[in-house]
């Protein structure tokens, strides 16, 4: 499959949706290293979407049809239902999900043609209400962003299909208490389509795209006491 949407909940990896299996549901449980097949998800699932986890919860948005539905999963009682809907633009595909403070942030995406957008979007998962927040400096979709000490997320590469090599190289810092965006050293491979995530206060960028058809294996690493990046050991495939 291509395009899922992934979180971590109880030490267990869910995967949701993606090419061509959009609706499936899957659990991976490491500690017995097996795959369990859960209830579908609604509205056709997801793809080029985006998950997180939330107080022993799964949130999916988006997908490649451009659903609004909020969709929530419970895995003690495994089902599925609508909590909210997302704001516009409703054309938003490979948008970023992460959580900070509490909340649930939304952020860029693109529209249909792939033309990038800036839009940030916050959800109170108490309140049940939406905020939009300081769009990022550079617009962008399919990204990689990850939240360090529960308060920065930080936002690398992505794509915009008006700029000329369609991915990018750019580094941004979202300060979620002061609500604004800092610029960062930019990565030295442009990519979008790519994960990551923070391992003892290093940010790590792998894989991904840097074309729509050049697959990229490299991986790279930014210090944010140093505030640079290191290349490290590539992966075995793109």
Do not use: C
Not at 8 to 14: A, D, E, K
Not at 21 to 43: E, H, I, K, M
Not at 50 to 74: K, L, P, Q, T
Not at 178 to 199: C, D, H, L, V, Y
């Amino acid at each position: 499959r291509v395009f899922s949407s992934s979180a971590v909940l109880n030490g267990r990896i869910y995967v949701i949706g993606g090419g061509p299996y959009t609706a499936s549901t899957f659990v991976y449980d490491p500690a017995t290293n097996t795959w369990d097949r859960r209830a579908d998800s609604l509205n056709g699932g997801t793809y080029e979407g985006g998950a997180v986890s939330w107080n022993g919860r799964v949130y999916i948005a988006y997908d490649g049809g451009f659903s609004r539905a909020g969709r929530v999963y419970d895995p003690a009682t495994d089902t599925w239902e609508t909590e909210t809907t997302y704001p516009e633009p409703t054309r938003r595909r490979g948008v970023t999900m992460v959580v900070a403070n509490g909340k649930m942030y939304l952020i860029g995406g693109t529209d249909a043609s792939l033309q990038a957008i800036a839009t940030v979007d916050e959800y109170d998962f108490n309140t049940k209400t939406w905020r939009t927040r300081a769009p990022m400096l550079t617009a962008r979709g399919f990204t990689v962003a990850a939240t360090f000490q529960d308060r920065f997320i930080y936002v690398a590469g992505g794509l915009d299909n008006a700029n000329s090599n369609y991915a990018l190289r750019a580094l941004e810092v979202f300060d979620t208490v002061t609500n604004s965006w800092t610029q960062r050293p930019s990565m030295s491979t442009a990519r979008f389509g790519a994960m990551g995530g923070f391992i003892s206060g290093r940010f790590y960028v792998v894989g991904g795209y840097g074309t729509h058809t050049e697959l990229l294996n490299g991986v790279e690493e930014f210090d944010t006491d140093a505030q640079g990046w290191t290349q490290r050991s590539s992966i075995g495939l793109a």
